[in-house]
């Protein structure tokens, strides 16, 4: 069980085009879904938290307005990369997880990835 | 800042035998530690958890916990080819959340 569907896995598109993102869990409800993204070699860098129903919450850096994440159900987030130009180039990467309240013990469930390319 | 170390290696090791993998964290207050195996070019998949002081084992895989050390492990016995891959320790936010810190990984070459 706990099975997260990301699409689409590879995006290849012209600098200044939007690109949205969708992450699935199939067989969970994730109450709380994550966004990362993550550059060659390198670890993942959380981007924002997305709580069912409530506005995301972005670490510090990444910018709300370029970054647009949507969690209107329990088992659909999307994120939006707004007019993305050859720097937004990076594998981005959703997670799901069954948690709530102030402390959970579950463990976050990654999609296979997003690869975004752009021109 | 929380923060989760580990050595990004490679550690080598030959085929059959015991790879150790290590990982120290920051925050006392974590409660809930994981690993994630991560092939390159794909995303990370959930190997162990472990909430709780000692070992806890899994097929091949042993993870250890010592909170009063701060320091968790992941030991591969019988190790495959298959098994290499990059290997993410992970520690739950201590201050409450579902906020999970990443180390930056080990990556770990089996080879024949």
């Known amino acids: 069980g706990a099975v997260v569907s990301q699409h689409p896995s590879w995006v290849i598109c012209k600098s200044g085009t939007s690109v949205k993102i969708e992450c699935r869990s199939l067989?969970?409800?994730?109450?709380?879904m994550f966004w990362y993204r993550q550059f060659p070699k390198q670890s993942l860098m959380l981007m924002a938290t997305?709580?069912?129903?409530?506005?995301?919450?972005?670490e510090q850096g990444v910018e709300k307005d370029k970054f647009l994440i949507n969690h209107a159900s329990l088992t659909l987030s999307t994120l939006t990369v707004t007019s993305a130009h050859p720097e937004d180039s990076s594998f981005y990467i959703c997670?799901?997880?069954?948690?709530?309240?102030?402390?959970?013990?579950?463990?976050?469930?990654f999609g296979d990835g997003t690869r975004l390319s752009i021109l | 800042q929380k923060e989760v170390e580990q050595n990004s290696g490679p550690l080598s090791v030959p085929e059959g035998a015991i790879a150790s993998l290590n990982c120290t964290y920051s925050?006392?207050?974590?409660?809930?530690f994981f690993w994630y195996r991560q092939y390159s070019g794909k995303s990370p998949e959930l190997i162990m958890s472990?909430?709780?002081?000692g070992d806890k084992e899994d097929g091949r895989f042993t993870a250890q916990l010592n909170k009063a050390s701060q320091y968790v492990s992941l030991l591969i016995r019988d190790s495959q080819p298959s098994d290499s891959a990059t290997y993410l320790c992970?520690?739950?936010?201590?201050?409450?959340?579902?906020?999970?810190?990443f180390g930056t990984g080990t990556q770990l070459k089996v080879e024949l």
């Open positions: 997670s799901g997880n069954r948690g709530q309240g102030l402390v959970s013990n579950q463990p976050q469930h």
């Open positions: 067989d969970f409800q994730a109450t709380t």
């Open positions: 472990i909430y709780s002081n």
């Open positions: 992970a520690a739950g936010a201590g201050g409450g959340g579902n906020k999970l810190t």
């Open positions: 925050d006392r207050g974590s409660q809930s």
């Open positions: 997305s709580n069912e129903g409530s506005k995301a919450t972005y």
